[in-house]
């Protein structure tokens, strides 16, 4: 397990680069972007809403939830590591956006304000040993029927857990460690949230959670 300053320092050097680095997943059949879809899809956002997404990076999101959101809409950014959050500041300012705010904050530190109209968290969550305590107060801060959504890995739960060690090397460049297997975000929507979905993807590896208030 990595600790936070070995989080932030490795995606500091991680972060010029992130995006390219990520699409490789691709090679192995990880669809990263339609899973980063999915995830936004499950939302249900409308126009004009706000959302925050916990653990944004480079912002790869943001074109996504600008779709749902609009401009009139608002999306809050929270990411501990601030030369990811430069990467997304560039974003920002190549396509004009003006209702992103960028919060540097481990997500465990992070206030949610009140009354959002939902929260995102892809493939970072995991990361965060407070996890539950940062889905609970963030199922406080939404609205009702709000929804909250976690897309992230996993240990698969069927035969194809054998692979786990074999696939592990390909995802520890982002910080992904074995003992990592036994946070399971999936069960914190579960237990703070209604109506909860869980789809399982890429073999069990991966999955989408969530949750309405």
């Known amino acids: 397990m990595l600790s936070h300053t070995q989080l932030v320092s490795l995606y500091r050097r991680r972060a010029a680069r992130y995006d390219f680095t990520a699409n490789l997943y691709y090679l192995v059949g990880f669809r990263e972007w339609r899973y980063r879809q999915r995830a936004v899809e499950s939302?249900?956002?409308?126009?004009?809403?706000?959302?925050?997404?916990?653990?944004?990076?480079?912002g790869l999101n943001f074109s996504l939830l600008q779709d749902k959101i609009g401009p009139q809409g608002r999306?809050?950014?929270?990411d501990m590591t601030d030369a990811m959050l430069d990467q997304a500041r560039a974003r920002i300012e190549k396509n004009g956006w003006t209702n992103v705010e960028l919060v540097?904050?481990?997500a465990a530190d992070f206030e949610f304000p009140r009354n959002v109209n939902g929260i995102i968290s892809t493939f970072a969550l995991t990361l965060v040993p407070q996890f539950d305590d940062v889905i609970r107060r963030g199922a406080n801060a939404l609205t009702k029927g709000s929804r909250w959504v976690v897309a992230d890995l996993k240990m698969?739960?069927?035969?194809?857990?054998?692979?786990?060690?074999?696939?592990?090397?390909?995802f520890r460049p982002f910080g992904v460690t074995l003992d990592l297997a036994?946070?399971?975000?999936?069960?914190?929507?579960?237990?703070?949230?209604?109506?909860?979905?869980?789809q399982e993807l890429f073999l069990g590896f991966t999955y989408i959670a969530s949750g309405e208030k």
């Open 182 to 198: 036994a946070r399971h975000p999936w069960e914190s929507i579960e237990n703070h949230l209604h109506s909860t979905t869980m």
């Open 75 to 78: 999306i809050i950014g929270v």
């Open 43 to 58: 939302l249900h956002l409308q126009q004009g809403d706000t959302v925050v997404e916990i653990g944004c990076g480079t």
């Open 156 to 170: 698969p739960s069927n035969l194809f857990r054998f692979l786990y060690p074999l696939l592990l090397p390909l």
């Open 104 to 106: 540097q904050s481990d």
